[in-house]
């Protein structure tokens, strides 16, 4: 199955700092890539979707200016949480799909990472 | 809007017996896809099973089946012969498929399922 790595799996900041974590498809090229939040004990939520070459699409209420995405290649998104604050410390999940498949495209889940902001 | 409802949060069930997990959604579009999703405590999601809203037929995987109502937007997971490692949150999902492209999971707010020994 395809594969998709986040690193790093776990960071400690101080606020006011960024931090900046990276999502690779490492065996498909990945057009689509979406960047879930998860709190404790609470589900998944949305926080951008990004194409490839092309800006992100926030969902509302997320501050795109706080959480930069970029897709610069086909196996590579990055989200980074500029000055960050206690309130940002959550489990951060990437997600990917891959182009060319016909109909279904599954999303394929990366393994998160876990941000404690101190 | 579309929405996904998982009315029961926390679930158990003895080791080898069956349990369902609920879910509904709420949704305009005729097509679309809906998904169970596991996360164990790693907290990696991993796709248990799958429905396109076109087939009739009950989706099923070894142990996993479901049971959709599309007249009733119902979507209920059943394991049979529980095991220790069902042990997780079990997230039920929506995507509605837009020519094939990629829409948007939209997720239930989980059931933590425990399987007692």
């Known amino acids: 199955g395809a594969v998709v790595s986040q690193h790093p799996s776990w960071v400690i900041c101080k606020s006011g700092t960024s931090v900046k974590i990276e999502c690779r498809s490492l065996?498909?090229?990945?057009?689509?890539m979406f960047w879930y939040r998860q709190f404790p004990k609470q589900s998944l939520m949305l926080m951008a979707t990004?194409?490839?070459?092309?800006?992100?699409?926030?969902e509302q209420g997320v501050e795109k200016d706080k959480f930069l995405i970029n897709h610069a290649s086909l196996t590579l998104s990055t989200l980074t949480v500029t000055s960050a604050h206690p309130e940002d410390s959550s489990f951060y999940i990437c997600?990917?799909?891959?182009?060319?498949?016909?109909?279904?495209?599954?999303?394929?889940f990366g393994p998160g990472t876990r941000l404690t902001v101190l | 809007a579309q929405t996904v409802t998982q009315s029961q949060p926390e679930m158990s069930v003895q080791e080898a017996e069956t349990v369902t997990l609920s879910c509904t959604y709420d949704?305009?579009?005729?097509?679309?896809?809906l998904f169970w999703y596991k996360q164990p405590p790693s907290r990696q999601m991993i796709l248990v099973i799958r429905?396109?809203?076109?087939?009739?037929q009950n989706a099923t995987e070894n142990r996993f089946s479901v049971n959709f109502q599309k007249a009733a937007k119902s979507f209920s997971l059943k394991i049979s012969d529980s095991q220790l490692g069902d042990a997780a949150m079990y997230f039920c999902?929506?995507?509605?498929?837009?020519?094939?492209?990629?829409?948007?999971?939209?997720f239930g707010k989980g059931t933590k399922l425990s399987v007692k020994p």
């Open positions: 065996d498909f090229q990945a057009t689509t």
């Open positions: 999902a929506y995507r509605p498929n837009y020519g094939g492209s990629q829409g948007n999971l939209i």
């Open positions: 990004s194409n490839e070459g092309s800006k992100a699409t926030y």
């Open positions: 949704t305009s579009e005729s097509d679309y896809y």
């Open positions: 997600s990917a799909t891959a182009g060319g498949r016909v109909r279904y495209n599954e999303q394929f």
């Open positions: 429905q396109e809203a076109y087939k009739q």
